[in-house]
């Protein structure tokens, strides 16, 4: 049996796409000495000395549904990755894993699960029950990054693209996944395509040269996966190559420079969307946001809502077509006040906290359990 360190924390990510975990890795580094902390990318082929480094930790801390403890006695903190719109866990009709209990005893494993707010509480309880004594209300440690001085933003911007910004317009589109290959909900490929490639037209490019303005592709991590498995991806790069204003965000490029997604988010001046999570942490921001969301019937067949009516949940301009989403991007950029009213009632039945210190949070609640057990 291995004997556990007390003041060992190990954290686990799948990539750098928003990461809890990356945020709250980089803080510790940065802000304590007590803590001896490592962050293991998930790659099912980690070295002896993770591994060893893994079953010793007092503290092991996830950004997804499979926590697994290592050891007996080790405590188990689970961040997620995001406020949910979409139906989750057992409250996914079409999850393959839903009848399998897994979410349920995966659950069971966590000892503690961070919480934006009351509402994040209710909502991810509906779909991964557990015990109402495991939340802590501690806002999530990616929204840290979001708060960024702009000028470090700038500097990540630059390392990573080669693009100084100045008076151009960065619009960010970030959908949720749509094709994972192996859950029940999956799109036809016709239709995801369909989806993406109203945004790769000569007319939408032509837009985007109007008002000088840069779009920035950033595909959710599940999406890129398969995309690249199977071969797919490829009509991506093709739709994208020689397009100049238009810029696919890689995980390999954030991975390459330690940088996580969320530390760029601050150069943009505007957020497209469809019913992913980021639009809620996006408010943060107290920037605009457009749901661009063509296939609403679509996505509410195979996906389906925790709630409705969307109009009332989502925080941007609802676009149901290309056309209108170049108005409600005109419309965005133009009035830094678009949509402002719903876009604040919206940020504060979300958010409990609403700054840059929820890494601090969870830092005082791990070191409080420390120094509790010893």
Same mark, same amino acid.
């Given at each position: 049996?291995?004997?556990?360190?007390?003041?060992?924390?190990?954290?686990?990510?799948?990539?750098?796409?928003?990461?809890?975990?990356?945020?709250? &890795?980089?803080?510790?580094?940065?802000?304590?000495?007590?803590?001896?902390?490592?962050?293991?990318?998930?790659?099912?082929?980690?070295?002896?000395?993770?591994?060893?480094?893994?079953?010793?930790?007092?503290?092991?801390?996830?950004?997804?549904?499979?926590?697994?403890?290592?050891?007996?006695?080790?405590?188990? *903190?689970?961040?997620?990755?995001?406020?949910?719109?979409?139906?989750?866990?057992?409250?996914?009709?079409?999850?393959?894993?839903?009848?399998?209990?897994?979410?349920?005893?995966?659950?069971?494993?966590?000892?503690?699960?961070?919480?934006?707010?009351?509402?994040?509480?209710?909502? &991810?309880?509906?779909?991964?029950?557990?015990?109402?004594?495991?939340?802590?209300?501690?806002?999530?440690?990616?929204?840290?990054?979001?708060?960024?001085?702009?000028?470090?933003?700038?500097?990540?911007?630059?390392?990573?693209?080669?693009?100084?910004?100045?008076?151009?317009?960065?619009?960010?589109?970030?959908?949720?996944?749509?094709?994972?290959?192996?859950?029940?909900?999956?799109?036809?490929?016709?239709?995801?395509?369909? &989806?993406?490639?109203?945004?790769?037209?000569?007319?939408?490019?032509?837009?985007?040269?109007?008002?000088?303005?840069?779009?920035?592709?950033?595909?959710?991590?599940?999406?890129?996966?398969?995309?690249?498995?199977?071969?797919?991806?490829?009509? *991506?790069?093709?739709?994208?190559?020689?397009?100049?204003? *238009?810029?696919?965000?890689?995980?390999?490029?954030?991975?390459?420079?330690?940088?996580?997604?969320?530390?760029?988010?601050?150069?943009?001046?505007?957020?497209?969307?469809?019913?992913?999570?980021?639009?809620?942490?996006?408010?943060?921001?107290?920037?605009?946001?457009?749901?661009?969301?063509?296939?609403?019937?679509?996505?509410?067949?195979?996906?389906?809502?925790?709630?409705?009516?969307?109009?009332?949940?989502?925080?941007?301009? *609802?676009?149901?077509?290309?056309?209108?989403?170049?108005?409600?991007?005109?419309?965005?950029?133009?009035?830094?006040?678009?949509?402002?009213?719903?876009?604040?009632?919206?940020?504060?039945?979300?958010?409990?906290?609403?700054?840059?210190?929820?890494?601090?949070?969870?830092?005082?609640?791990?070191?409080?359990?420390?120094?509790?057990?010893?």
């Amino acid at each position: 049996m291995e004997s556990l360190v007390s003041n060992r924390i190990t954290l686990f990510t799948g990539n750098f796409s928003g990461s809890n975990t990356v945020a709250l &890795y980089k803080f510790l580094k940065s802000n304590q000495n007590i803590f001896d902390v490592k962050l293991i990318i998930r790659s099912g082929n980690n070295s002896l000395e993770e591994l060893e480094f893994i079953k010793t930790s007092r503290f092991l801390i996830y950004t997804a549904y499979d926590p697994i403890k290592y050891s007996d006695g080790q405590i188990v *903190i689970q961040t997620w990755h995001g406020f949910p719109l979409k139906t989750l866990g057992v409250l996914n009709q079409n999850d393959c894993l839903r009848d399998n209990g897994i979410y349920v005893d995966s659950l069971a494993r966590s000892d503690i699960v961070l919480s934006y707010s009351k509402t994040y509480q209710t909502f &991810y309880n509906a779909c991964f029950p557990t015990f109402a004594s495991k939340y802590y209300i501690t806002g999530m440690p990616r929204n840290d990054f979001l708060f960024l001085p702009f000028e470090k933003v700038k500097e990540n911007l630059e390392r990573i693209f080669g693009i100084c910004k100045s008076s151009e317009k960065f619009i960010l589109f970030s959908p949720t996944y749509k094709l994972s290959g192996y859950r029940g909900d999956d799109y036809l490929q016709t239709s995801y395509f369909e &989806y993406l490639d109203q945004i790769f037209s000569d007319e939408f490019v032509s837009f985007l040269d109007e008002i000088n303005s840069v779009l920035f592709l950033k595909l959710h991590p599940v999406e890129k996966r398969f995309l690249e498995s199977s071969g797919l991806i490829k009509k *991506i790069f093709q739709s994208v190559t020689n397009r100049q204003r *238009i810029f696919l965000i890689k995980d390999e490029d954030l991975k390459r420079n330690f940088t996580d997604l969320y530390e760029l988010l601050p150069c943009f001046d505007l957020l497209i969307t469809d019913y992913s999570s980021i639009a809620y942490d996006w408010l943060l921001t107290d920037k605009p946001v457009v749901n661009y969301i063509p296939d609403r019937e679509l996505y509410k067949k195979q996906r389906n809502f925790l709630v409705e009516p969307l109009e009332l949940w989502v925080p941007g301009a *609802i676009a149901k077509n290309v056309h209108e989403l170049q108005r409600e991007i005109q419309n965005s950029l133009s009035d830094k006040n678009y949509q402002k009213n719903k876009r604040e009632l919206l940020k504060r039945i979300v958010h409990h906290y609403m700054d840059s210190k929820s890494s601090e949070r969870v830092f005082n609640l791990i070191r409080s359990i420390y120094e509790q057990i010893g």
